[in-house]
Nanobody
Framework: RVLLVESGGGSVQTGGSLTLSCTYS????????LTWFRQAPGKQREGVAA???????FYSDAVKGRFTLSRDNAENTVFLQMNSLKPEDTAMYFC?????????????????WGQGTQVTVSS
């Protein structure tokens, strides 16, 4: 399994910004997808954004235009820049890897998960 460690969560007000980081271990396959999911209390885990180097970068409709993925290969890290945050973005955010397809937003298609980082957006 790939070791994934998230960081960067916190509390912000509506309209604020946060940058989440997902650092992966050296055994990560650079052609693999690395995907951010989130889960709010009482809700199912949902796909937020996926960086799939050999396919494309994907964003859910809920975050498109507000969130941006980037990657630093030298630091083994993928970043999720989150702007214009809304209370409905409040959730635990997880990164996932070891993608087996076919749908990037389906959590059952990933075998490696981080422990998560909490994001809270207050109105």
């Amino acid at each position: 399994r790939v070791l994934l460690v998230e960081s960067g969560g916190g509390s912000v007000q509506t309209g604020g910004s946060l940058t989440l980081s997902c650092t992966y271990s050296d055994n990560f396959d650079n052609s693999d997808c690395l995907t951010w999911f989130r889960q709010a209390p009482g809700k199912q885990r949902e796909g937020v954004a996926a960086f799939c180097p050999t396919i494309a970068t994907f964003y859910s409709d809920a975050v498109k235009g507000r969130f941006t993925l980037s990657r630093d290969n030298a630091e083994n890290t993928v970043f999720l820049q989150m702007n214009s945050l809304k209370p409905e973005d409040t959730a635990m955010y997880f990164c996932a890897a070891d993608y087996r397809g076919p749908r990037w937003s389906d959590q059952s298609n990933y075998r490696s998960w981080g422990q998560g980082t909490q994001v809270t957006v207050s109105s």
